[in-house]
């Protein structure tokens, strides 16, 4: 009787240090399911989805606060991706966060930028370059179209220009399906 | 002896419909007024400008270089005066518009000063030869206009076999049929060349059975030498390169592998001729043939064009275009593409030019729902599963796509041909390819715009700690200011005490003096001494005195 409590005791310390030592050792640095919800995110970091940026957002889903189907700029396929990693359902995109857009990149008409600074600390990627009084341009490539400099701006000299399509950037576009019965 | 040859899985025999365009012999075409040269005629990198409007330019001299690696030249394919450099229409499936060099023509046509190398292409060093091949601007002339030297690079492998792809499988095209028809001699000198290159061991030249009269030429202009010319049963699509290889050696080149790592170069006919004229006759390539034909043209024919020249000349060249012309296609029918505009014009992988009729192109409203017959999987070359990668190309599901393989897929259009449903196969497969492509690119855009972001991010963070630590700063000093400066005065101070009482702070100019100055330093202390000596007893009067008169005083 008093050999089989203490072998079970000396069992369970032993594992209980294992363990122990297992959950000191091996601790998982972070939230790897927001990880990989984040690397699906497109990184506009707009904040349409009303969190500020695409990290939160992506804490948000992995906490199961938010729904997966407030990325305007990922839009259906950001949606689907999502799906497939959650195991869920594809839902359509909520209404109230607004609309997939074509990709667009910010301009700055540079004749009537005052140089007051103000997008410069609203850009979530540090895209627009320029000093105090100094012209403000935006470096088209660091761009994301996220709009967040075009609230700001005090003389609204910054446009949304969808991004021209050239040859190494074009797509097939998807064939054609209407047949003889199907159409009008 | 007979060679044995071996066979590729699937294929199709499409009707050949070359004979229409091989009656006449090739011709020069006529010069255009303009030439309108596009800086990405080949895959890779555009070229650079190195002209300004408002040059003149002589026939191959060159006008655009080379940008990076997997990049070609361009040279001005006739003389004239550059007028602009500027987006034009280029043939792409897209209709989109890209940088373009136009040249107006003089009608001289003068070439640029050119001639043979000093030396022999057999004592030059492999890498000049391909410095000499990559600056002519050579690409490949099969159609899908890979930069030549690239491929002639043997280091680190050992090239076995060079094919010459004289194979031209597609219907209706005839142009390097003509070629080594007519210019077979060519075609060997260029052979020579690479093999030297390559230092290959066989050199093959591959043509298929229904071109006779082709192989009877190269057949002939190979007497004395040491090259195999190979008549090959006529299938569909055997001029694809892996194809070629299976059917010629039975070596299979692995999935997203090349031909290099089975010990084979493969090189199209065309693309010899234009090394032999860059070599031998230091001529960049400035024109191709390019085979005008399909039911619309009244006289179908082959012509040798300038490139940049508008399709629509070379058609007026051929008897213009019939009425019920639907849509002219650059390329084959199975492979081609159509073009937006009769304006287009001819560039490097331009090998025919093809006007169709109404007849000629399924009118898109035949789609009918797949019946699952499987006639795609009997015909695809690659031996993938067509039918399986169209429901996934539909369905969006790109990364199933990718499992089975879509990036094998060479786009030859045989599934497509069988389909009794006449389902655009190839194009879902194109769609998704491109669709792929754009998800790559936007991955790469987002992870740069997350490092971006982050960076900000932890920016804005220390930039707020390296502020806070300032006031702290600041405010720690305000309080302690009055405490400092009394310890700064003391400090002071003890400085000043120890000047005074250290060592070497006395007066220096007692030293070395004369005995006058000595006698006259004493006359003085003496003087002080009595004066201080009369001084006190004067002092000590005065206290006598007033010790009395206190005495008296209080004696009263």
């Known amino acids: ?54 990290r939160p957002y992506a804490e948000a889903i992995a906490n199961g606060e938010a729904e997966i189907n407030r990325c305007p700029p990922g839009g259906e396929t950001t949606i689907i991706a999502l799906a497939d990693l959650l195991g869920r359902e594809p839902i359509p995109l909520d209404d109230e966060v607004g609309e997939e857009k074509p990709k667009t990149v910010a301009i700055i008409r540079e004749d009537i930028c005052i140089g007051c600074t103000l997008c410069i600390q609203a850009c979530p990627v540090d895209a627009i370059l320029g000093a105090a009084k100094q012209m403000h341009t935006i470096i088209e490539s660091e761009c994301t179209g996220c709009e967040l400099c075009i609230e700001p701006c005090p003389v609204d000299c910054i446009d949304m220009v969808p991004i021209k399509v050239d040859i190494f950037h074009w797509k097939w576009p998807y064939p054609d399906e209407t047949t003889a019965e199907t159409r009008p | 002896m007979i060679r044995k040859l071996f066979s590729f899985k699937g294929g199709v025999h499409p009707p050949q419909f070359k004979d229409i365009s091989t009656t006449q012999p090739i011709r020069p075409a006529t010069l255009a007024q303009q030439l309108v040269l596009p800086l990405h005629q080949h895959i890779g990198e555009s070229a650079t400008p190195i002209v300004e409007v408002g040059d003149y330019v002589l026939r191959g001299q060159k006008i655009a270089r080379a940008q990076g690696y997997v990049s070609a030249a361009v040279h001005a394919s006739s003389s004239g005066t550059i007028v602009a450099i500027e987006e034009r229409p280029i043939p792409h499936p897209s209709g989109l518009s890209a940088t373009c060099i136009v040249i107006d023509t003089d009608g ?160 199209n006919v065309a693309t010899a001729a234009a090394v032999h004229n860059a070599i031998n006759l230091g001529k960049p390539l400035t024109s191709r043939i390019v085979t005008i034909s399909g039911e619309g043209v009244a006289e179908p024919c082959n012509l040798e064009v300038p490139f940049g020249t508008p ?3 070379l058609l007026d060249q051929c008897g213009g275009l019939r009425n019920d012309v639907n849509r002219i296609i650059m390329g084959g029918p199975m492979m081609g593409f159509a073009m937006h505009s009769t304006e287009i014009p001819v560039i490097k992988t331009t090998n025919a030019i093809l006007a169709a009729t109404q007849a000629n192109v399924a009118p898109p409203s035949d789609i009918m729902p797949c019946i699952r017959c499987g006639a795609c999987a009997d015909v695809c070359p690659v031996e993938l599963l067509p039918q399986q990668l169209q429901w996934f190309a539909r369905a969006k599901e790109f990364d199933r796509a990718q499992e089975y393989n879509l990036f094998d897929c060479i786009e030859c259009g045989c599934c497509s041909y069988v389909c009794p449903s006449n389902i655009p196969l190839v194009h879902y497969y194109r769609y998704a390819k491109t669709e792929i492509w754009a998800q790559e690119r936007e991955k790469e855009k987002a992870d740069h715009a997350r490092q971006r972001h982050e960076f900000r991010l932890s920016r804005i963070e220390r930039e707020k700690s390296e502020k806070a630590a300032r006031l702290a700063m600041k405010k720690a000093a305000a309080q302690g200011a009055s405490s400092n400066k009394q310890a700064a005065i003391q400090a002071a101070m003890a400085r000043a005490k120890a000047r005074k009482n250290s060592p070497g702070s006395e007066p220096k100019n007692t030293d070395n003096l004369t005995e006058a100055q000595q006698q006259q330093i004493k006359s003085t202390d003496d003087m002080r001494a009595k004066a201080q000596q009369i001084a006190e007893s004067r002092r000590a009067q005065a206290q006598q005195m007033m010790a009395g008169k206190q005495a008296k005083d209080e004696k009263e």
């Open chain 1, 1 to 54: 009787m008093l050999a089989a409590v203490l072998a079970l005791t000396a069992l369970a310390i032993i594992f209980g240090l294992l363990l122990g030592f297992a959950a000191v050792r091996f601790k998982v640095e972070g939230d790897p399911l927001a990880d990989q919800i984040d690397a699906i995110l497109p990184q506009t970091q707009c904040g349409q989805c009303s969190y500020p940026g695409c």
């Open chain 2, 108 to 267: 001289k046509d003068r070439w640029i000063e050119h001639g043979p190398a000093e030396t022999s292409y057999t004592e030059m060093d492999v890498s000049q030869l391909r410095n000499i091949i990559r600056s002519s601007g050579i690409v490949g002339l099969g159609g899908a206009g890979f930069p030549s030297y690239i491929k002639l690079n043997s280091t680190g492998a050992i090239i076995d076999t060079l094919i010459l792809n004289g194979v031209e499988c597609e219907p209706y095209i005839s142009c390097d049929d003509m070629l080594m028809r007519e210019r077979p001699e060519q075609i060997i000198a260029g052979a020579k060349i690479m093999r030297h290159a390559l230092h290959a061991k066989q050199v093959l030249i591959a043509v298929e059975d229904n071109k006779p009269k082709a192989h009877a030429a190269l057949v002939d202009a190979c007497r004395n030498e040491d090259i195999e010319v190979i008549l090959v049963p006529t299938l569909y699509p055997q001029g694809g390169e892996k194809q070629l290889i299976k059917v010629l050696t039975g070596k299979e080149v692995p999935s997203n592998g090349l031909p290099v790592q089975v010990g084979i170069v493969v090189q």
């Open chain 2, 311 to 313: 399709m629509r000349h």
